[in-house]
C-alpha cells in the first residue's frame, strides 16, 4: 500500500531525505524512558480482532472518556463500556440505503469515520457491551470476512435491480442477514439494575453529540473552513475543520491538558509505526502484510528488521505533509485513541494512544507516538468543540 517516501522538490519544499536528518529516534522500546506529562481517564483496552472497525472502536473509547468526564466517575468498575458491534450493525443498515440509493458508487466495506459512531448514537442511542456483543456466529472477538462478503453480494445484487423496479422489502433482507450474524437487538435492557433503551442509556451520560467536531490541516482547502476529508472510508461525507498545522497540534495538546480526549484517524503502515508500542516517523517503506488488522498494518515481528536501527525523523513542516496526502504516502489505514502525553529522556514529546489490537505490545496495548509522527501522520482528529482554545473557535465561526 506504501510508496518509499519520494524526495520531491518544491519550490518552497526541501527534499524529504533532507529532513529525515531532523533528530535521532531510536525505535527500541528499551531505548526510551517515557515520563507521563498528562494523562486522562480510558476504558479498558479492547481488541477488533479480524474486523475492519478501528473506526468504531476507537471513537466508542472516546465517548466513553467524555462519559466519564461528564458524569465525574471515578471507579474504573462504573466506567462506561459501549458495543461496538451494535454502532457497526446500525452503519452497515444506513450505509445500505445510501450504496443503493447512489447505484452503487458508493465505497462499500467495513471501514468508516468518526462521524458513523456520532450519526449512530444520535439516530440510535447506544448499548452496553454486556446486552448486545454483535457475535452470534460462534467467535469470542470479531471475525467479519464472511459477513462484510455477504453483505456487499447482497446489496450489489440489488443494485443490479433485476426486476427494473426495486421491492421494498431488500431492507428486511439485510437486516435478516445482520439478524443471523450478529443477533437481533434489544429494545430493552439492564445496566447496574437500571432499565434502559439505547436513546435513554445514551442520554443518561449527558454526551452532547453536536459538540464533537472533526479537525484538519492541509492546504488543499483554505484554513478555518470546513470540507469532507477525501477518503473513500469518509462515506457519510462527514466534515473536519481545517487549521494550520501549528494551530492544530496546539488543539490537541490544549485538549489532553484541559482534561479531555482526542479520537485520532491516520497512517500507520510505517515501518516507524512499531508492533511494540512505539511510533516515530521514519523515511523508509513499509512492506504489505495481510492477516489481522494488526499484521495488516505492521506486519509480523521478523518483518521489521529496521526496528533494531537507530534512525532519525522527519522533521514535519506544513508543506511535507501535504506533499505525503497529496503523493498518498499518508493514508487513511487506522482510528485510535488519543488520551496523553509524554516525554522520552530526551525531553522530546509523544502522545499516549489507545489502540484496539488488544494488551498487545511492549505497553499492553498502548503506542507512544512522536509528535512529528503526529504532524505527518495524522490525517483527522475529532474533539469536544469545549476542548479547543476559544482564539481557534473564533477563526472558525464557533462558539
Not at 168 to 176: L, M, S
Not at 183 to 195: D, H, K, L, M
Request: hydrophobic share 35%.
Amino acid at each position: 500500500m506504501k510508496n518509499h517516501l519520494i524526495c520531491a522538490a518544491f519550490a518552497v519544499l526541501l527534499p524529504l531525505a533532507a529532513f529525515s536528518q531532523a533528530r535521532p529516534a531510536p525505535v527500541k522500546p528499551s531505548d526510551y524512558q517515557f515520563t507521563t506529562v498528562k494523562e486522562n481517564p480510558i476504558t479498558s483496552i479492547k481488541n477488533q480482532n479480524r474486523s475492519g472497525t478501528c473506526w468504531c472502536f476507537s471513537t466508542l473509547s472516546f465517548l466513553e472518556s467524555e462519559a466519564i468526564k461528564n458524569k465525574g466517575i471515578k471507579d474504573p468498575a462504573l466506567y462506561p463500556d459501549f458495543s461496538e458491534m451494535y454502532v457497526v450493525r446500525k452503519a452497515y443498515s444506513d450505509r445500505a440505503r445510501k450504496f443503493v440509493r447512489l447505484d452503487g458508487q458508493l465505497g462499500f466495506s467495513a471501514g468508516s469515520d468518526f462521524g458513523d459512531v456520532i450519526d449512530v448514537a444520535k439516530a440510535y442511542g447506544l448499548i452496553d457491551q454486556n446486552s448486545y456483543s454483535g457475535l452470534q456466529y460462534g467467535y469470542d472477538l470479531p471475525v467479519q470476512g464472511e459477513l462484510d462478503a455477504v453483505l456487499r453480494g447482497y446489496v450489489d445484487a440489488v443494485v443490479k435491480n433485476p426486476n427494473r423496479k426495486l421491492t421494498n422489502v431488500w431492507p428486511k433482507g439485510f437486516e435478516g442477514i445482520l439478524d443471523a450474524y450478529m443477533g437481533e437487538i434489544p429494545e430493552t435492557f439492564t445496566v447496574n439494575g437500571a432499565s434502559y433503551t439505547p436513546e435513554s442509556y445514551r442520554d443518561s451520560f449527558g454526551l452532547k453529540l453536536d459538540d464533537y467536531i472533526g479537525i484538519t490541516s492541509y492546504t488543499h482547502h483554505p484554513f478555518y473552513t470546513s470540507f469532507p476529508m477525501e477518503v473513500q472510508d469518509n462515506w457519510r461525507w462527514t466534515p473536519s475543520w481545517n487549521v494550520p498545522l501549528d494551530e492544530f497540534v496546539a488543539i490537541i495538546d490544549y485538549a489532553i491538558n484541559q482534561g479531555y480526549t482526542v479520537a485520532w484517524g491516520g497512517d500507520v503502515s510505517e515501518v516507524g509505526f512499531t508492533r511494540n508500542g512505539i511510533a516515530v516517523l521514519i523515511d523508509t517503506q513499509a512492506k504489505p502484510t495481510t492477516g489481522s488488522d494488526q499484521e495488516r498494518w505492521v506486519g509480523k515481528a521478523e518483518d521489521k528488521p529496521a526496528e533494531k536501527a537507530a534512525i532519525k525523523e522527519i522533521d514535519v513542516t506544513q508543506e511535507i505533509r501535504q506533499q505525503m496526502y497529496d503523493e498518498k504516502t499518508s493514508t487513511d489505514d487506522h482510528g485510535m485513541h488519543l488520551y496523553g502525553i509524554a516525554k522520552d529522556q530526551n525531553g522530546n514529546k509523544f502522545y499516549l494512544i489507545k489502540n484496539s489490537w488488544g494488551e498487545t505490545g511492549e505497553y499492553k496495548g498502548i503506542w507512544y507516538m512522536s509528535e512529528n509522527f503526529l504532524k505527518g501522520k495524522t490525517l483527522n482528529i475529532m474533539v469536544n468543540k469545549n476542548a479547543v482554545p476559544k482564539d481557534i473557535l473564533k477563526k472558525l465561526g464557533l462558539k
